[in-house]
């Protein structure tokens, strides 16, 4: 059993610290049993474990002897050393927490410890002319019927490519994200270009289970092949943006906001816990801002 926690879990970079000593080898199997009982998504299990197992190569001591300086250190390190993002730290304190918290409960030594202050980054948008030149520069069905669904139903990657037969909903036009982010289950757009584009599909590859099948019998495709399909299509659509397929969650977002949906409406598409999360494409959208005239072209004559 052992052997296959390991299989699952470690970081070539950082096993050879989870070998040093058997006591953070059995916390940190503890952790993860933790997060399991919690009901952790397998993707925050392996977030967490990677980060657990990579503070253990830095400390190079017992976790039941690393002390408030440890954690600050650790965090400092990944800031100045490792030039690792805010939001990288700040996972690496939610471990902390966790760890210090619940599976190892010490009385302060979690205390004053600070997350780094978030960047008020904008994200990237797709015009909806950018939007057709990435749909149509690929000819594969498949990559087509992918990247369609992306977009017109606001969908992280993680969750398109967990799409079954049975979430399409044609007769209510709805599509069904199951235990998306936070595991929560929710209903969002289904295009009626995305279902000419799935029909389409379904004729030519006839999937059984999965609605995107990878290679290996019963299983789907994985995000990072998402992702290179959406990367070699803003190639050939010469996109010079920096963008990655969230954009495309991003620019289903604006683009709602632009042709007059409610907030409250796009906030129950996209999944949000709270609608300061969607706040943020009040920021991106032209709807106001393109009303706006600039001073300089208020006046008159001075291109002449």
């Not at 940190?28 to 397998?42: A, D, V």
């Not at 100045?80 to 302060?108: C, G, I, R, W």
């Not at 967990?162 to 709805?174: A, F, G, T, V």
């Not at 906030?267 to 801002?289: P, R, W």
Request: aromatic share 8%.
């Amino acid at each position: 059993m052992l052997d296959i926690i390991k299989k699952l879990f470690c970081n070539e970079q950082v096993d050879v610290a989870f070998e040093k000593s058997g006591y953070n080898e059995k916390i940190t199997l503890e952790y993860q049993s933790f997060m399991r009982l919690k009901g952790y998504s397998w993707q925050t299990q392996k977030l967490y474990t990677s980060h657990l197992k990579r503070f253990i190569s830095f400390i190079d001591k017992d976790l039941d002897k690393v002390n408030n300086s440890d954690i600050k250190g650790y965090c400092l390190s990944l800031m100045e050393n490792n030039n690792h993002s805010k939001s990288f730290v700040d996972q690496a304190v939610s471990v902390m927490k966790l760890l210090y918290k619940e599976v190892l409960p010490t009385s302060d030594i979690i205390t004053n410890i600070p997350r780094p202050k978030k960047d008020n980054r904008l994200p990237s948008i797709l015009s909806q002319r950018e939007i057709i030149q990435i749909l149509k520069a690929t000819n594969n069905e498949k990559h087509k019927t992918i990247l369609f669904l992306v977009y017109s139903a606001g969908l992280r990657v993680g969750e398109v490519v967990r799409l079954k037969l049975e979430d399409i909903d044609s007769s209510r036009m709805l599509l069904k994200v199951n235990k998306g982010k936070g595991s929560k289950d929710r209903y969002t757009l289904l295009s009626q270009i995305a279902l000419e584009q799935l029909r389409k599909y379904y004729k030519l590859y006839k999937p059984e289970d999965w609605l995107f099948g990878s290679s290996k019998p019963g299983d789907h495709i994985t995000e990072r092949t998402v992702q290179r399909i959406f990367e070699n299509c803003c190639i050939k659509a010469k996109i010079s943006k920096d963008v990655s397929v969230h954009t495309l969650r991003h620019s289903f977002a604006t683009h709602l906001l632009e042709s007059g949906v409610d907030l409250r409406y796009i906030q129950e598409l996209l999944g949000h816990a709270s609608t300061k999360t969607t706040e943020i494409y009040t920021h991106v959208s032209q709807k106001n801002i393109s009303d706006i005239l600039s001073p300089l072209d208020r006046l008159v004559g001075i291109n002449k």
